[in-house]
């Protein structure tokens, strides 16, 4: 059993955190407000709650819960074994939390940074252990998915990366190793897609049920490129499409003016309860909310 | 006694509000019928804990008890009624 911490309790952290308690392991869950400490703690006890309807094994949402430990303090984090850090695709906030990070948590600790895009070398080199940094693309919902990228970065050591894939062994993932690279193999693919998708809905092309019937129905995909947009959030994609623009300098990655406009309207995906799609769950707080309709959001432009 | 019956109709409207131009039946599989996934089974819970004002007991939280309108409304008629749920 490894104590393992986890920085930033969204989405991602949350399910994280949540896969780690399955697996038997202590947690310490960091963020920076005890609004998304509470909401993320809420939240596990809902996909505990849920797991078995998702298809995953039947969970005690207490017996989860019990352990993790979870606050906005990052001591918490002080004798981790392993840091997962979850917190939003921003360079600077990144590069604000592993400087102290570095300070805070235990020299042998492995840092694993669970990105969409940055690459992992450059994120290693503002700390002082890179050789104990690995990257780590977990899928998202976590505990529902059984593969991940493992992104070694340049002075990776052999030692940290097994220490890493046992990690995701005892978690029932299967780590697919892939070189460093900004956006890995998945959303080098992934976020174009969805990208260039929301553009036919912005062009009005066609409207985001429809595209995603494409996907579906043609392709056999089990979702469309804009339900798996909401489902990993319409903001994450925005933040991943603008890194991988920066990195390569290259137009092809041009965020679509609608991801922008959704993100700053709040409409944000399942997570906020309308992305290109209603969803009638939580409202989120921008007043652009339209909460009655069930027909894409984005069809209506 | 509480008539499951009752608790028929908001669930139907809200399956029919999110896939609007579906005939849907009391006794139709929601999941057989291939337009309802498991997140949106997830929702389901959540709208009948909300509407309803209950707790779906852990052990009901299962696709069979919301496989159909009928069975999502015996479910509710039976924590409403403060019955255990049986296993279906």
């Given at each position: 059993m490894t104590l393992v911490g986890v920085v930033g309790a969204g989405v991602m952290g949350a399910g994280v955190a949540q896969n780690l308690a399955q697996a038997g392991h202590d947690v310490a869950l960091v963020d920076n407000t005890p609004q998304a400490v509470t909401k993320a703690l809420s939240t596990i006890e809902l996909n505990s709650r849920m797991s078995r309807l998702l298809g995953g094994p039947e969970l005690d949402p207490d017996t989860i819960l019990g352990r993790i430990k979870a606050g906005?303090?990052?001591?918490?984090?002080?004798?981790?074994d392993l840091v997962i850090e979850n917190i939003t695709e921003n360079w600077e906030l990144k590069r604000g939390l592993y400087l102290e990070m570095d300070h805070t948590v235990q020299p042998d600790a492995v840092f694993v940074a669970n990105t969409s895009a940055i690459p992992i070398t450059r994120l290693a080199?503002?700390?002082?252990?890179p050789r104990q940094f690995v990257g780590v693309h977990f899928m998202n919902p976590v505990p529902m998915k059984p593969a991940v990228e493992l992104i070694p970065g340049h002075h990776t050591s052999p030692e940290a990366l097994e220490k890493v894939r046992d990690l995701l062994t005892s978690m029932g993932k299967k780590a697919i190793p892939v070189n460093d690279a900004?956006?890995?193999?998945s959303n080098r693919v992934l976020m174009l897609t969805v990208n260039e998708a929301a553009f036919l809905v912005h062009e009005g092309v066609a409207d985001a049920e429809t595209v995603d019937e494409v996907f579906r129905s043609c392709f056999g995909h089990p979702m469309g490129p804009l339900q798996t947009a909401d489902l990993i959030g319409v903001d994450t994609i925005l933040y991943s499409i603008e890194v991988l623009h920066e990195h390569f300098?290259?137009?092809?990655?041009r965020p679509c003016p609608l991801l922008k406009q959704m993100t700053d309207a709040g409409l944000h995906g399942r997570k906020s309860g309308q992305?290109?799609?209603?969803?009638?769950a939580p409202a989120a707080s921008s007043a652009a909310v339209d909460s009655g309709g069930s027909r894409p959001t984005a069809a209506t432009r | 006694m509480t008539d499951p019956t009752d608790y028929r109709a908001p669930i139907r409207e809200f399956i029919l509000n999110r896939f609007p131009g579906f005939e849907l039946r009391d006794e139709d599989d929601i999941f057989a019928l291939g337009f309802v996934n498991s997140l949106f089974a997830m929702e389901l819970v959540m709208f009948v804990e909300k509407t309803f004002q209950i707790k779906v007991p852990n052990n009901e939280i299962r696709l069979d008890s919301f496989r159909t309108v009928e069975r999502m409304g015996d479910l509710v008629a039976r924590v409403t009624s403060g019955g255990r749920a049986p296993v279906l």
């Open positions: 906005t303090d990052l001591a918490l984090l002080a004798d981790a080199s503002l700390t002082t252990r900004c956006g890995f193999v300098a290259d137009s092809k990655y992305g290109f799609y209603s969803y009638g | -």
